[in-house]
């Protein structure tokens, strides 16, 4: 590995792509302790420590968040908008075509339109954000031109990131706005080990060893739910494909066998981001009503089962994991685009016809990878709440956070990987 590492290094483009991702983590870290002007952070974190609302905005901006900075937003509103748009190219036909045939025009049509959603969702999440610390007197002395100016500077600390994420993709390596979500998770680590070591502290005392037990336990475990989502990660089920041969002019053509990749997990932390953001949104709606509307049963009911560590909580958020699981494989996976690739090249399933029988057999064969991968979700989605509520060491580091560090990671090192065999360097993963 060391020596992997000094041939990367002697390699100047790569180096510079690294320093320049270092750079723009710099300036990541530097925006997320830059607070809005006018706020009183005091106020604020009482607010933040309270209930779970804007708690998935929390979980990917690195502490942004709590200092109420310029980057508050994070990147979750083009999170949110790549999703919609993901939705819409399926909705609406003129846009799936765009997208399918458009080339480079249409790709980049796609893209501007998701820019300009993510400024819309901008704006409605600092509304929200902003209204909620007026409310609770989070600032000072409010008027509708310091509202007005707040929601811009969030809504420009969004777009930066943005396009700050874009030039990471240009010239660094990997996905820059995949590499920003992974910052603002990683950021968290000094909280989290300082809250566990803390809570440790307090019971070594009362409980001795046993506390330890219980944190080495939970180490465990989440070291192979760690394993366990790289594996289903990189997990694909190869389906044979066999080509006929065909004489075109003086050459034979095809004859050739190979396999069709089907992912173990085609929907991946899609399908957690789905399921968390509705279970929250209702919890940042109630944060609007009135205190005499705070105060129904109704009201209190929903307060009390859907908080996170409630089992009714727990049972929703599994079953939306299992259902948005299957819904993005049937999206990301066309079965019917490959069916009828195989059919006009001359490709088949060993003992299959081609056709419908073909559609039917690589529908099966999604049903039963899928199936298995939406458990897993399912089950890394409730166990990390789970395991901290047993074992009471506080150390939590949710599914969603657990899956964006593992993807992230995975891709960026596949990507300097194929950068250095282009250039016959031995790669990291050999």
Partial sequence: MIEQVADAVKISELKNRVLYLLFAFAIFVFATRLSVPGINLKVWQNLLSKGAIFSFIGLLTGGALNHFAVVAMGITPYINASIMMQLLTIIIPQWEELQKEGGEMGRKQIALYTRLLTIVLSIFEASMMTYTAWRYGAFGHPTIWSFAATVLVLTAGTAFLLWLGEMMTDKGIGNGISLLIFAGIVLQFPYYVSATWGITSKFLHSEGAYVLLKLLAFIAVTVILIALIVAFTLGIRKVPVQYAKRVVGRRVMGGQSTYIPVKVDNGGVIAIIFAISLLFFPMTVLNFLSKSAKQSAFVLWLQNHLSPQSWV??????????????????????????????????????????????????????????????????????????????????????????????????DTIQQFEARMLMRHYKGFLK
Avoid: C, E, Q
Wanted: charged share 10%; aromatic share 20%; glycine share 8%.
């Fill in 313 to 410: 909580f727990n049972l929703i958020y599994a079953l939306l994991v299992i259902g948005f699981t299957y819904f993005y494989a049937y999206i990301t996976f066309n079965i019917k685009d490959v069916t009828d690739n195989l059919k006009k090249y001359g490709g088949f399933i060993p003992g299959i016809r081609p056709g419908k029988p073909t559609s039917d057999a690589l529908t099966r064969i999604l049903n039963r990878v899928t199936f298995i991968a939406a458990l897993f979700l399912a089950l890394i989605a409730v166990a990390p709440g789970w395991f901290t509520y047993l074992f009471h060491v506080y150390f939590y580091l949710g599914s969603t956070s657990l899956l964006i560090i593992v993807g992230v990671v995975l």
